[in-house]
């Protein structure tokens, strides 16, 4: 165990699976090795054993990919209540050490802003969506009420990657996939479809509706701070719609470290965005808690910033 910070280390973006839901996984998305299966299904003293180890104070919980993103409406509104409540509950028994993201049935946009409202007033931070919801893009107005609730409740949104469309991974990866296998996933495809959805969600006007609604990326913004100039200077050429993508990226976006702890990477986000909108994650149990937690003490910033990423942040987006 590397030597503890000067205040509690909150790790936001750390994963677990229900068995009630992994049960309609399929393929690559519903195999995992033992000791990972192992990991992912335990919300009690063995995760906390790996926590303590590591120096991890606190993690805030949402089920792995895909999540309900890929369960139709006809199962997925009571799926998602069951496993919310069983994520509850194990928040409620550890309540220093998890805080919980639900899990929203998007194919069921209105019965989804119910379960974020229900899951909020139970005591959960917010929530997080996987990728595309069952092939439709979050910008689509009819996923309004989501955002609209999350507004309202003052609860941010985690937008997780998903391993991409059919189409899209076939054309892209398939050449590649046997010798590396990681290339759809968290080598490059979660980035590229993780991003193009936040950018769509930017032009799609969604944060014109909901001025006020915040939305999280993992794994330092999903490259988009390090293009965040040339995004913008790019859409404002002659003959565009109006549109302030910078504005939009640094008043409504927060993002996250999981799986990406780089020094270049965090001051270069820190340059565009601030500080103030970067949040500590590892990306349990995907990534071990100390390759995370081994980057913290040569942090290349100051002690007021160190306590504002590893907890200070945290607290205030998520209230806790």
Not at 254 to 281: K, Q, W, Y
Request: glycine fraction near 6%; hydrophobic fraction near 45%; proline fraction near 7%.
């Amino acid at each position: 165990m590397t030597a503890k910070p000067n205040c509690p280390v909150i790790a936001i973006e750390e994963h677990y699976w229900d068995k009630d839901l992994t049960a309609h996984f399929k393929g690559v998305e519903g195999s995992r090795n033992p000791e990972m299966l192992k990991r992912l299904y335990d919300l009690g003293d063995y995760r906390i054993s790996l926590m303590d180890a590591a120096g991890v104070d606190m993690q805030v919980l949402s089920h792995g990919a895909p999540s309900l993103q890929k369960i139709g409406a006809d199962l997925a509104v009571d799926l998602g209540r069951r496993v919310n409540d069983r994520l509850g509950e194990a928040c409620a028994r550890y309540p220093k050490r998890f805080a919980a993201f639900a899990a929203l049935p998007t194919a069921a946009p209105e019965a989804a802003a119910r379960e974020l409202e229900r899951c909020v007033k139970a005591g959960f931070k917010g929530a997080m969506i996987h990728g595309l919801s069952n092939g439709e893009f979050l910008d689509d107005p009819k996923f309004d009420p989501i955002w609209a609730t999350a507004e309202r409740l003052d609860v941010p949104i985690y937008l997780h990657p998903s391993v991409p469309d059919p189409t899209v991974a076939k054309i892209y990866y398939e050449k590649y996939l046997e010798d590396f296998p990681m290339v759809i996933r968290a080598a490059w495809g979660f980035t590229v479809e993780t991003a193009t959805i936040a950018i769509r969600l930017v032009l799609g006007g969604v944060f014109e509706r909901h001025p006020k609604m915040n939305l999280v990326l993992g794994h330092f913004g999903e490259t988009l701070p390090f293009v965040l100039w040339r995004i913008d200077q790019a859409l404002k050429r002659p003959g565009a719609k109006p549109m302030d993508f910078r504005k939009v990226f640094s008043s409504n976006f927060h993002v996250t470290t999981s799986g990406n702890f780089s020094n270049p990477a965090l001051l270069c986000t820190m340059m565009e965005i601030g500080i103030d909108r970067i949040l500590f994650a590892i990306d349990f149990p995907f990534v071990e808690n100390p390759d995370g937690m081994n980057w913290i003490p040569n942090l290349p910033i100051c002690e007021e910033d160190k306590i504002k990423l590893l907890s200070g942040n945290a607290q205030r987006l998520l209230k806790l």
